[in-house]
C-alpha cells in the first residue's frame, strides 16, 4: 500500500477566468464586427440571464 501523502492539487481557477475573459473579448469583437453593437448587447444581455440561471440552480432559488 503507498503510504505517501498526496500534494494538493493546483488551483487553477484565476487562470481558467482569465482565459474566460480573453475568449468572451474576441467573441464579443467578432460580433460586434459582424452583426454590431446591438447583436453584442443583446449576447452580453443573454450570457447575464444564463450566469443567472445558473447561480440560481447551483445555490438555490432564493
Keep these: 500500500m503507498d503510504n505517501r501523502t498526496r ?3 493546483p488551483d487553477y481557477t484565476s487562470s481558467a477566468l ?3 475573459f480573453i475568449n468572451m473579448l474576441w ?3 467578432v460580433i ?3 452583426w454590431g453593437l446591438g447583436a453584442v448587447a443583446l449576447a ?3 450570457v447575464n440571464h ?4 445558473l ?3 447551483l445555490n438555490g432559488a432564493a
Excluded: E, K
Aim: no cysteine.
Design 32 to 34: 460586434w464586427v459582424s
Design 27 to 29: 467573441i464579443f469583437g
Design 44 to 46: 452580453g444581455v443573454a
Design 50 to 53: 444564463l450566469i443567472t440561471l
Design 55 to 57: 447561480d440560481r440552480r
Design 7 to 9: 500534494q494538493p492539487a
Design 18 to 20: 482569465f482565459f474566460l
